[in-house]
Protein backbone atom coordinates (compact mmCIF):
# COMPACT_ATOMS: atom_id res chain seq x y z
CA UNK A 1 0.00 0.00 0.00
CA UNK A 2 1.59 3.73 -1.05
CA UNK A 3 0.22 6.77 0.26
CA UNK A 4 0.77 9.69 -1.10
CA UNK A 5 2.90 12.63 0.28
CA UNK A 6 -0.17 14.51 1.88
CA UNK A 7 -1.47 11.08 3.40
CA UNK A 8 1.80 10.04 4.94
CA UNK A 9 1.77 13.65 6.35
CA UNK A 10 -1.51 13.41 8.07
CA UNK A 11 -0.44 9.75 9.44
CA UNK A 12 3.01 10.56 11.25
CA UNK A 13 2.76 14.51 11.20
CA UNK A 14 2.18 13.71 14.61
CA UNK A 15 3.36 10.84 15.55
CA UNK A 16 5.85 11.83 18.32
CA UNK A 17 3.23 13.21 20.39
CA UNK A 18 0.96 9.68 20.25
CA UNK A 19 -1.32 11.06 17.22
CA UNK A 20 -2.16 9.33 13.98
CA UNK A 21 -1.30 6.02 12.43
CA UNK A 22 0.36 3.78 15.39
CA UNK A 23 2.81 1.65 13.11
CA UNK A 24 5.64 2.84 12.25
CA UNK A 25 6.75 2.38 8.74
CA UNK A 26 8.82 -0.89 8.28
CA UNK A 27 9.82 -0.91 4.61
CA UNK A 28 9.67 1.14 1.11
CA UNK A 29 11.03 4.15 3.02
CA UNK A 30 10.12 6.93 0.86
CA UNK A 31 12.13 11.02 1.06
CA UNK A 32 8.49 11.66 2.16
CA UNK A 33 7.98 9.32 5.30
CA UNK A 34 11.47 10.41 6.39
CA UNK A 35 10.58 14.07 6.35
CA UNK A 36 7.76 13.74 8.20
CA UNK A 37 8.28 11.46 11.11
CA UNK A 38 11.67 13.29 11.42
CA UNK A 39 9.93 16.77 11.53
CA UNK A 40 7.12 15.45 13.97
CA UNK A 41 10.15 14.52 16.51
CA UNK A 42 11.24 18.51 16.63
CA UNK A 43 8.20 19.04 18.23
CA UNK A 44 10.09 17.20 21.39
CA UNK A 45 12.99 19.35 20.42
CA UNK A 46 11.70 22.54 20.89
CA UNK A 47 9.23 21.75 23.43
CA UNK A 48 12.71 20.99 26.18
CA UNK A 49 14.61 23.94 24.63
CA UNK A 50 11.84 26.21 25.06
CA UNK A 51 10.38 25.46 28.38
CA UNK A 52 13.79 24.77 29.79
CA UNK A 53 15.26 27.73 28.57
CA UNK A 54 12.18 29.86 29.94
CA UNK A 55 12.18 28.40 32.97
CA UNK A 56 15.90 28.47 33.37
CA UNK A 57 16.08 31.88 32.90
CA UNK A 58 14.52 32.58 35.65
CA UNK A 59 16.84 30.27 37.83
CA UNK A 60 19.83 31.57 36.04
CA UNK A 61 19.17 35.46 37.18
CA UNK A 62 18.70 34.09 40.65
CA UNK A 63 21.78 31.97 40.52
CA UNK A 64 23.67 35.10 39.28
CA UNK A 65 22.55 37.01 41.99
CA UNK A 66 23.65 34.66 44.39
CA UNK A 67 27.30 34.23 43.23
CA UNK A 68 27.66 37.64 43.81
CA UNK A 69 26.51 37.89 47.38
CA UNK A 70 28.85 38.85 49.87
CA UNK A 71 27.09 35.91 52.20
CA UNK A 72 29.16 33.18 51.82
CA UNK A 73 26.02 30.98 53.32
CA UNK A 74 24.32 31.90 49.80
CA UNK A 75 27.58 32.19 47.64
CA UNK A 76 29.13 28.82 48.07
CA UNK A 77 26.02 26.71 47.35
CA UNK A 78 25.67 29.09 44.05
CA UNK A 79 29.11 28.19 43.35
CA UNK A 80 28.58 24.65 43.88
CA UNK A 81 25.53 24.45 41.59
CA UNK A 82 27.39 25.83 38.38
CA UNK A 83 30.41 24.17 39.11
CA UNK A 84 28.63 20.87 39.43
CA UNK A 85 26.10 20.97 36.00
CA UNK A 86 29.29 23.13 34.35
CA UNK A 87 31.75 20.26 35.28
CA UNK A 88 30.53 17.63 34.29
CA UNK A 89 29.01 15.68 30.94
CA UNK A 90 25.02 16.83 30.41
CA UNK A 91 25.27 12.91 29.29
CA UNK A 92 26.12 11.84 32.36
CA UNK A 93 23.73 14.16 34.38
CA UNK A 94 20.85 12.53 32.21
CA UNK A 95 21.89 8.84 33.32
CA UNK A 96 21.96 10.16 36.76
CA UNK A 97 19.03 11.73 37.21
CA UNK A 98 17.23 8.96 35.24
CA UNK A 99 18.44 6.41 37.72
CA UNK A 100 17.78 8.47 40.88
CA UNK A 101 14.19 9.27 39.35
CA UNK A 102 13.79 5.47 39.38
CA UNK A 103 14.85 4.99 42.58
CA UNK A 104 11.95 6.95 43.90
CA UNK A 105 8.95 4.30 45.30
CA UNK A 106 7.00 3.07 42.64
CA UNK A 107 3.72 4.01 44.36
CA UNK A 108 4.65 7.49 45.11
CA UNK A 109 5.35 9.38 48.41
CA UNK A 110 3.47 10.41 51.20
CA UNK A 111 4.59 14.21 52.33
CA UNK A 112 2.25 15.58 54.66
CA UNK A 113 -0.67 13.72 54.21
CA UNK A 114 -0.40 14.84 50.15
CA UNK A 115 -0.27 11.40 48.36
CA UNK A 116 2.25 12.69 45.41
CA UNK A 117 2.34 10.28 42.37
CA UNK A 118 6.15 9.91 41.36
CA UNK A 119 6.38 7.40 38.43
CA UNK A 120 6.08 10.79 36.28
CA UNK A 121 9.09 11.98 36.88
CA UNK A 122 10.85 9.07 35.42
CA UNK A 123 9.20 10.16 31.42
CA UNK A 124 11.39 12.27 29.38
CA UNK A 125 8.73 14.71 29.28
CA UNK A 126 8.90 15.52 32.96
CA UNK A 127 12.76 13.92 34.03
CA UNK A 128 14.59 14.87 30.98
CA UNK A 129 13.23 18.37 30.97
CA UNK A 130 14.30 19.09 34.66
CA UNK A 131 17.56 17.80 33.68
CA UNK A 132 17.88 20.63 30.82
CA UNK A 133 16.56 23.23 32.98
CA UNK A 134 19.19 22.94 35.63
CA UNK A 135 22.17 22.80 32.56
CA UNK A 136 20.83 25.50 31.17
CA UNK A 137 20.62 27.57 34.40
CA UNK A 138 23.94 26.80 35.53
CA UNK A 139 25.11 27.79 32.09
CA UNK A 140 23.12 30.92 31.75
CA UNK A 141 23.59 31.85 35.52
CA UNK A 142 27.83 31.50 34.62
CA UNK A 143 26.99 33.77 31.87
CA UNK A 144 24.76 36.40 33.37
CA UNK A 145 27.56 36.66 36.30
CA UNK A 146 30.00 37.31 33.97
CA UNK A 147 27.89 39.98 32.35
CA UNK A 148 27.31 41.28 36.09
CA UNK A 149 30.73 41.55 37.00
CA UNK A 150 31.32 43.89 34.07
CA UNK A 151 28.86 46.43 34.47
CA UNK A 152 30.83 49.58 33.57
CA UNK A 153 31.93 51.43 37.11
CA UNK A 154 30.91 54.49 35.71
CA UNK A 155 27.24 53.70 35.23
CA UNK A 156 26.53 52.36 38.81
CA UNK A 157 28.32 55.28 40.50
CA UNK A 158 25.92 57.13 37.67
CA UNK A 159 23.46 55.76 39.72
CA UNK A 160 24.00 56.29 42.59
CA UNK A 161 24.88 59.98 42.04
CA UNK A 162 21.20 60.15 40.93
CA UNK A 163 19.71 58.48 44.16
CA UNK A 164 18.92 55.58 43.33
CA UNK A 165 20.85 53.42 46.10
CA UNK A 166 19.72 48.99 46.57
CA UNK A 167 16.93 47.72 44.78
CA UNK A 168 16.22 51.01 42.77
CA UNK A 169 19.48 50.79 41.53
CA UNK A 170 19.36 46.84 41.06
CA UNK A 171 15.99 46.70 38.79
CA UNK A 172 16.71 49.86 36.76
CA UNK A 173 20.63 50.16 36.17
CA UNK A 174 22.38 46.74 37.22
CA UNK A 175 20.07 44.09 35.64
CA UNK A 176 19.42 45.68 32.18
CA UNK A 177 22.94 46.27 31.85
CA UNK A 178 23.95 43.10 32.92
CA UNK A 179 21.07 41.26 30.70
CA UNK A 180 22.45 43.66 27.68
CA UNK A 181 26.28 42.51 28.36
CA UNK A 182 25.21 39.06 28.43
CA UNK A 183 22.52 38.43 25.83
CA UNK A 184 25.11 37.83 22.86
CA UNK A 185 26.59 34.66 24.84
CA UNK A 186 22.93 33.49 25.94
CA UNK A 187 22.07 33.21 22.60
CA UNK A 188 24.89 31.29 22.20
CA UNK A 189 23.40 29.38 25.42
CA UNK A 190 19.88 29.18 23.40
CA UNK A 191 21.35 27.67 20.38
CA UNK A 192 23.27 25.05 21.83
CA UNK A 193 20.66 23.99 24.57
CA UNK A 194 18.00 23.28 21.51
CA UNK A 195 21.39 21.13 20.62
CA UNK A 196 21.41 19.19 23.41
CA UNK A 197 17.99 18.67 23.47
CA UNK A 198 18.74 15.70 21.21
CA UNK A 199 21.01 13.70 23.75
CA UNK A 200 17.63 12.83 25.67
CA UNK A 201 16.59 9.86 24.07
CA UNK A 202 20.40 8.45 23.73
CA UNK A 203 20.93 8.78 27.57
CA UNK A 204 19.17 7.58 30.09
CA UNK A 205 15.34 8.17 29.35
CA UNK A 206 13.50 5.45 26.85
CA UNK A 207 10.94 6.45 24.23
CA UNK A 208 7.59 5.16 25.20
CA UNK A 209 5.26 3.67 22.14
CA UNK A 210 8.38 4.78 20.07
CA UNK A 211 7.31 8.38 20.66
CA UNK A 212 11.01 10.15 20.20
CA UNK A 213 12.74 13.21 19.15
CA UNK A 214 13.85 14.14 15.45
CA UNK A 215 17.26 12.36 16.06
CA UNK A 216 15.61 9.47 17.45
CA UNK A 217 13.48 8.79 14.17
CA UNK A 218 16.65 9.51 12.48
CA UNK A 219 18.40 7.18 13.79
CA UNK A 220 15.19 4.94 13.40
CA UNK A 221 15.80 5.25 9.54
CA UNK A 222 19.88 5.19 9.88
CA UNK A 223 19.45 1.60 11.29
CA UNK A 224 16.90 0.19 8.88
CA UNK A 225 18.35 0.97 5.55
CA UNK A 226 21.90 1.21 6.73
CA UNK A 227 21.91 4.40 4.49
CA UNK A 228 23.00 7.50 6.86
CA UNK A 229 23.32 9.95 4.04
CA UNK A 230 19.79 10.98 3.86
CA UNK A 231 17.99 10.68 7.68
CA UNK A 232 20.78 12.91 8.99
CA UNK A 233 21.53 15.71 6.41
CA UNK A 234 17.24 15.62 7.49
CA UNK A 235 17.65 16.27 10.73
CA UNK A 236 20.91 18.89 10.18
CA UNK A 237 18.72 20.77 7.85
CA UNK A 238 16.10 20.75 10.23
CA UNK A 239 18.39 22.39 13.10
CA UNK A 240 19.65 24.95 10.89
CA UNK A 241 16.45 26.12 10.17
CA UNK A 242 15.78 26.23 14.33
CA UNK A 243 19.36 27.64 14.60
CA UNK A 244 17.83 30.60 12.47
CA UNK A 245 14.94 30.72 14.03
CA UNK A 246 16.26 30.82 17.48
CA UNK A 247 19.22 33.88 16.78
CA UNK A 248 15.99 35.65 14.86
CA UNK A 249 14.29 35.95 18.22
CA UNK A 250 17.06 36.23 20.33
CA UNK A 251 18.19 39.30 17.89
CA UNK A 252 14.87 41.24 18.21
CA UNK A 253 15.42 40.89 21.97
CA UNK A 254 19.20 41.57 21.81
CA UNK A 255 17.76 45.36 19.66
CA UNK A 256 15.35 46.00 22.31
CA UNK A 257 17.78 45.60 24.94
CA UNK A 258 20.13 48.24 23.02
CA UNK A 259 17.97 50.52 21.77
CA UNK A 260 18.97 53.59 23.86
CA UNK A 261 22.92 53.18 22.35
CA UNK A 262 24.43 54.75 19.43
CA UNK A 263 24.48 52.29 16.71
CA UNK A 264 28.13 51.82 16.99
CA UNK A 265 28.89 50.77 20.71
CA UNK A 266 25.51 48.02 20.46
CA UNK A 267 26.68 44.92 20.51
CA UNK A 268 26.30 42.38 18.11
CA UNK A 269 25.56 38.31 18.26
CA UNK A 270 28.29 36.58 16.93
CA UNK A 271 27.88 32.91 16.58
CA UNK A 272 30.21 30.64 18.90
CA UNK A 273 30.38 26.87 18.45
CA UNK A 274 30.21 24.88 21.79
CA UNK A 275 30.10 21.13 21.61
CA UNK A 276 27.80 18.97 23.89
CA UNK A 277 28.27 19.63 27.25
CA UNK B 1 42.08 -11.62 42.65
CA UNK B 2 42.54 -12.53 45.83
CA UNK B 3 42.85 -16.28 48.00
CA UNK B 4 40.08 -15.01 50.03
CA UNK B 5 37.52 -13.86 47.14
CA UNK B 6 37.38 -18.15 45.74
CA UNK B 7 34.21 -18.41 47.59
CA UNK B 8 31.91 -15.09 47.15
CA UNK B 9 28.78 -16.09 48.91
CA UNK B 10 30.94 -17.03 51.85
CA UNK B 11 32.65 -14.07 52.96
CA UNK B 12 30.75 -10.35 53.95
CA UNK B 13 31.80 -6.93 55.16
CA UNK B 14 34.97 -5.29 54.04
CA UNK B 15 36.63 -8.54 52.83
CA UNK B 16 33.41 -8.71 50.40
CA UNK B 17 33.94 -5.40 49.22
CA UNK B 18 38.04 -5.14 48.77
CA UNK B 19 36.81 -8.72 46.55
CA UNK B 20 33.75 -7.36 44.87
CA UNK B 21 35.77 -3.51 43.79
CA UNK B 22 38.92 -6.06 42.44
CA UNK B 23 36.46 -8.87 40.50
CA UNK B 24 37.68 -9.48 36.98
CA UNK B 25 35.05 -7.28 35.58
CA UNK B 26 35.86 -4.23 37.91
CA UNK B 27 39.40 -4.79 36.87
CA UNK B 28 38.10 -4.38 32.87
CA UNK B 29 36.51 -0.78 34.45
CA UNK B 30 39.09 0.40 35.93
CA UNK B 31 41.15 -0.13 32.60
CA UNK B 32 38.34 1.76 30.20
CA UNK B 33 39.16 5.12 32.08
CA UNK B 34 42.58 4.66 29.99
CA UNK B 35 40.25 4.28 27.03
CA UNK B 36 38.66 7.64 27.62
CA UNK B 37 42.10 9.25 28.57
CA UNK B 38 43.74 6.98 25.14
CA UNK B 39 41.06 8.99 22.86
CA UNK B 40 41.90 12.41 24.72
CA UNK B 41 45.66 11.75 24.19
CA UNK B 42 45.20 11.08 20.41
CA UNK B 43 41.99 12.71 19.61
CA UNK B 44 43.78 16.07 20.86
CA UNK B 45 46.65 16.77 18.81
CA UNK B 46 44.32 14.71 15.90
CA UNK B 47 42.04 17.63 16.47
CA UNK B 48 44.83 20.37 16.58
CA UNK B 49 46.13 19.51 13.27
CA UNK B 50 42.87 19.28 11.67
CA UNK B 51 41.77 22.58 12.81
CA UNK B 52 45.08 23.72 11.47
CA UNK B 53 45.06 22.83 8.37
CA UNK B 54 41.39 23.83 8.08
CA UNK B 55 42.48 27.38 9.77
CA UNK B 56 45.37 27.41 7.14
CA UNK B 57 43.00 25.97 4.20
CA UNK B 58 40.66 29.48 5.05
CA UNK B 59 43.01 32.00 5.20
CA UNK B 60 44.36 30.49 1.24
CA UNK B 61 44.57 32.89 -1.75
CA UNK B 62 43.58 30.06 -4.17
CA UNK B 63 39.71 30.23 -3.84
CA UNK B 64 38.97 26.60 -3.99
CA UNK B 65 41.37 25.88 -1.29
CA UNK B 66 40.01 28.28 0.76
CA UNK B 67 35.92 27.16 0.22
CA UNK B 68 36.88 24.04 1.41
CA UNK B 69 38.36 25.63 4.47
CA UNK B 70 35.23 27.72 5.40
CA UNK B 71 32.97 25.00 4.73
CA UNK B 72 34.77 23.14 6.89
CA UNK B 73 34.43 25.67 9.61
CA UNK B 74 31.07 25.89 9.13
CA UNK B 75 29.94 22.40 9.17
CA UNK B 76 29.36 22.40 12.55
CA UNK B 77 27.82 25.47 13.07
CA UNK B 78 23.81 24.69 14.06
CA UNK B 79 24.08 21.51 13.64
CA UNK B 80 23.82 19.52 16.77
CA UNK B 81 27.43 17.55 16.55
CA UNK B 82 25.90 14.86 18.19
CA UNK B 83 24.41 14.28 14.27
CA UNK B 84 27.82 14.31 12.57
CA UNK B 85 28.97 11.71 15.71
CA UNK B 86 26.53 9.37 14.31
CA UNK B 87 26.64 9.90 10.91
CA UNK B 88 30.36 9.93 10.54
CA UNK B 89 30.51 6.36 12.04
CA UNK B 90 28.49 5.03 9.96
CA UNK B 91 29.80 6.99 7.04
CA UNK B 92 33.09 6.35 7.44
CA UNK B 93 32.76 2.28 7.72
CA UNK B 94 30.57 2.18 4.49
CA UNK B 95 33.05 4.70 2.61
CA UNK B 96 36.09 2.01 4.22
CA UNK B 97 34.34 -1.06 3.59
CA UNK B 98 32.80 0.12 -0.23
CA UNK B 99 36.86 1.57 -1.28
CA UNK B 100 38.20 -2.31 0.06
CA UNK B 101 35.55 -3.96 -1.99
CA UNK B 102 36.44 -2.44 -5.21
CA UNK B 103 40.31 -3.68 -4.42
CA UNK B 104 39.02 -7.72 -3.17
CA UNK B 105 35.64 -8.02 -4.24
CA UNK B 106 35.29 -10.34 -7.56
CA UNK B 107 31.93 -8.43 -8.84
CA UNK B 108 31.68 -4.64 -7.87
CA UNK B 109 27.76 -4.14 -7.19
CA UNK B 110 26.49 -0.76 -6.31
CA UNK B 111 26.34 -1.73 -1.94
CA UNK B 112 23.05 -0.19 -0.72
CA UNK B 113 20.75 -2.68 -2.10
CA UNK B 114 17.16 -2.15 -0.31
CA UNK B 115 17.98 -2.45 2.66
CA UNK B 116 21.10 -3.02 3.86
CA UNK B 117 24.74 -2.34 2.90
CA UNK B 118 25.97 -5.34 1.09
CA UNK B 119 29.35 -6.02 0.07
CA UNK B 120 31.84 -9.53 -0.23
CA UNK B 121 32.70 -11.16 3.22
CA UNK B 122 36.12 -10.59 1.68
CA UNK B 123 35.74 -6.90 2.17
CA UNK B 124 34.54 -6.86 5.73
CA UNK B 125 36.40 -4.41 8.16
CA UNK B 126 37.08 -6.37 10.15
CA UNK B 127 36.94 -9.51 8.66
CA UNK B 128 33.81 -11.65 10.44
CA UNK B 129 36.46 -14.38 12.00
CA UNK B 130 38.60 -11.53 13.21
CA UNK B 131 39.10 -11.68 16.94
CA UNK B 132 36.46 -9.49 19.24
CA UNK B 133 39.85 -7.03 19.94
CA UNK B 134 40.39 -5.97 16.63
CA UNK B 135 36.02 -5.34 16.29
CA UNK B 136 36.66 -3.31 19.40
CA UNK B 137 40.08 -1.55 18.07
CA UNK B 138 38.42 -1.17 15.30
CA UNK B 139 35.74 0.76 16.64
CA UNK B 140 37.81 3.11 18.82
CA UNK B 141 39.46 4.01 15.38
CA UNK B 142 36.42 4.73 13.82
CA UNK B 143 35.48 6.97 16.59
CA UNK B 144 38.67 8.47 17.50
CA UNK B 145 38.62 9.97 13.56
CA UNK B 146 35.18 11.24 13.71
CA UNK B 147 36.43 13.01 17.12
CA UNK B 148 39.17 14.48 14.96
CA UNK B 149 36.90 15.15 12.49
CA UNK B 150 34.59 17.33 14.34
CA UNK B 151 36.45 18.81 16.71
CA UNK B 152 38.76 19.93 14.26
CA UNK B 153 36.27 22.11 12.64
CA UNK B 154 35.85 23.97 16.21
CA UNK B 155 39.44 23.69 16.40
CA UNK B 156 39.70 25.52 12.73
CA UNK B 157 36.98 28.14 14.05
CA UNK B 158 38.94 29.07 17.03
CA UNK B 159 42.56 29.19 15.12
CA UNK B 160 41.05 30.90 12.18
CA UNK B 161 40.04 33.83 14.48
CA UNK B 162 43.53 33.86 16.19
CA UNK B 163 45.06 34.37 13.25
CA UNK B 164 43.20 37.17 12.54
CA UNK B 165 43.34 38.49 15.80
CA UNK B 166 47.35 39.26 15.50
CA UNK B 167 47.74 42.84 15.06
CA UNK B 168 48.17 43.83 11.18
CA UNK B 169 51.04 45.66 12.06
CA UNK B 170 53.32 43.21 13.42
CA UNK B 171 52.81 41.10 9.81
CA UNK B 172 53.65 44.33 7.68
CA UNK B 173 56.59 45.30 9.74
CA UNK B 174 57.93 41.44 9.30
CA UNK B 175 57.31 42.25 5.28
CA UNK B 176 59.11 45.68 5.32
CA UNK B 177 62.05 43.33 6.61
CA UNK B 178 61.82 41.58 3.25
CA UNK B 179 59.99 38.65 4.66
CA UNK B 180 58.33 36.43 2.35
CA UNK B 181 54.76 35.05 2.93
CA UNK B 182 56.10 31.96 3.86
CA UNK B 183 58.47 33.07 6.66
CA UNK B 184 56.28 35.68 8.04
CA UNK B 185 53.34 32.78 8.49
CA UNK B 186 55.79 30.61 10.29
CA UNK B 187 58.23 33.47 12.27
CA UNK B 188 55.37 35.95 13.14
CA UNK B 189 51.78 34.57 12.83
CA UNK B 190 52.38 31.29 14.64
CA UNK B 191 53.88 32.15 17.46
CA UNK B 192 51.89 35.06 18.32
CA UNK B 193 48.23 33.58 17.51
CA UNK B 194 48.47 31.04 20.20
CA UNK B 195 47.55 33.98 22.90
CA UNK B 196 44.66 34.65 21.09
CA UNK B 197 43.63 30.81 20.38
CA UNK B 198 44.23 29.55 23.74
CA UNK B 199 40.97 30.71 25.73
CA UNK B 200 38.87 29.07 22.85
CA UNK B 201 41.15 26.17 22.80
CA UNK B 202 41.27 25.74 26.44
CA UNK B 203 37.61 26.10 26.21
CA UNK B 204 37.34 23.19 23.61
CA UNK B 205 39.45 21.12 25.80
CA UNK B 206 36.88 21.14 28.81
CA UNK B 207 34.06 20.24 25.75
CA UNK B 208 36.31 17.72 24.86
CA UNK B 209 36.54 16.02 28.03
CA UNK B 210 32.72 16.33 28.30
CA UNK B 211 31.62 14.72 25.06
CA UNK B 212 33.81 11.41 25.83
CA UNK B 213 30.66 9.75 27.37
CA UNK B 214 29.39 9.91 23.50
CA UNK B 215 32.25 6.67 23.09
CA UNK B 216 29.18 4.87 24.43
CA UNK B 217 26.89 5.80 21.95
CA UNK B 218 29.62 5.37 19.22
CA UNK B 219 29.76 1.24 20.61
CA UNK B 220 32.84 1.29 21.89
CA UNK B 221 32.99 -0.01 25.34
CA UNK B 222 33.91 2.71 27.94
CA UNK B 223 33.18 3.81 31.31
CA UNK B 224 29.54 4.29 30.47
CA UNK B 225 29.10 0.87 28.73
CA UNK B 226 31.09 -0.42 32.03
CA UNK B 227 29.31 1.67 34.42
CA UNK B 228 26.06 0.62 33.30
CA UNK B 229 26.75 -3.07 32.92
CA UNK B 230 27.92 -3.46 36.62
CA UNK B 231 25.75 -1.36 38.40
CA UNK B 232 22.42 -3.42 36.69
CA UNK B 233 20.93 -5.41 39.61
CA UNK B 234 22.38 -9.00 39.72
CA UNK B 235 20.51 -12.10 41.17
CA UNK B 236 21.66 -14.78 43.25
CA UNK B 237 23.12 -16.64 39.66
CA UNK B 238 26.20 -13.76 39.67
CA UNK B 239 29.16 -14.16 41.69
CA UNK B 240 28.43 -10.67 43.77
CA UNK B 241 24.72 -10.40 44.15
CA UNK B 242 23.14 -6.95 44.52
CA UNK B 243 20.42 -4.45 43.93
CA UNK B 244 20.35 -1.93 41.24
CA UNK B 245 23.61 0.05 42.05
CA UNK B 246 23.71 2.03 38.76
CA UNK B 247 23.15 5.62 40.85
CA UNK B 248 26.35 5.34 42.69
CA UNK B 249 28.24 4.00 39.72
CA UNK B 250 27.11 7.16 37.84
CA UNK B 251 27.96 9.17 40.72
CA UNK B 252 31.43 7.93 40.84
CA UNK B 253 31.91 8.72 36.95
CA UNK B 254 30.71 12.21 37.79
CA UNK B 255 32.75 12.54 40.39
CA UNK B 256 36.17 11.62 38.06
CA UNK B 257 34.29 14.52 35.46
CA UNK B 258 34.54 16.96 38.26
CA UNK B 259 38.03 16.28 39.03
CA UNK B 260 39.15 16.18 35.70
CA UNK B 261 37.44 19.39 34.48
CA UNK B 262 38.50 21.16 37.50
CA UNK B 263 42.44 20.17 37.26
CA UNK B 264 42.10 20.79 33.36
CA UNK B 265 40.99 24.57 34.45
CA UNK B 266 44.01 25.20 36.69
CA UNK B 267 46.12 23.95 34.15
CA UNK B 268 44.61 26.11 31.54
CA UNK B 269 45.04 29.49 33.74
CA UNK B 270 48.65 28.58 34.48
CA UNK B 271 49.35 27.87 30.86
CA UNK B 272 47.50 31.33 29.85
CA UNK B 273 49.70 33.13 32.35
CA UNK B 274 53.05 31.67 30.80
CA UNK B 275 51.93 32.03 26.99
CA UNK B 276 51.18 35.97 28.05
CA UNK B 277 54.74 36.66 29.10
CA UNK B 278 56.02 39.08 26.60
CA UNK B 279 52.97 39.70 25.04
CA UNK B 280 51.33 43.14 23.90
CA UNK B 281 48.19 42.07 25.65
CA UNK B 282 46.62 42.85 28.67
CA UNK B 283 47.28 39.65 29.66
CA UNK B 284 51.28 40.22 29.27
CA UNK B 285 50.89 43.69 30.65
CA UNK B 286 49.48 41.89 34.36
CA UNK B 287 52.79 40.02 33.95
CA UNK B 288 55.08 42.55 33.28
CA UNK B 289 53.36 44.49 36.09
CA UNK B 290 53.86 41.74 38.91
CA UNK B 291 57.25 40.87 37.91
CA UNK B 292 58.53 44.61 38.50
Redesign the interface.
Known sequence: MSMTCWETVQAYGLRSIGIGENLLPR?DFTLCQQLTLIGSGMIWNIYFGVLALTAGFFLANAIALARNARNPLIRKPAEWYV??FR???????F??AY??L??LPKGGVDILGIHLNTAWTTRAWAGALLVLFLNTAAYSAEIFHGALKSIPKGDLEAAEAYGLTGWKKFIRIEWPTMLRLGWPAYTNEA?FL???T??VF??GFPAFAQKGDA?YY??YF?D??????IP?PI??FY??LL??AVTFFYGRVNRHLNRHLPSNIRSKIR?R????? | MFEACADPKAIEGMTWTACYLTSAKHIDFYWSFLTVLLLLLITAPAALGMGFLGATAARSHIPPVSWIGKVYIWM????????FF??FV??LD?AIEYSKSLMVCPSHEWP?QG???RVCPEAKVPLAKSAPFWHQAYGFFLAVVTFAI??GA?VA?VIFGAMNAVPRAQLETAEAYGMSRRQVFRRILIPQMWVYALPGLG??WM????????L??LGVKDI?YY??EL?GSKTQAYEYPHG?W??YY??G??VF??VF??ISEIGISKLTRRLSHGQATAGGEAVRRAAA
Open positions: SFVGSPLFIQFLEAVLIFHATLFSLANAKTFNPFYVAFITLLPQLIR | VRGVPDIILFIAQWLEFVFFNNLILIKATPLFLVARGDRLFLLMYLTR
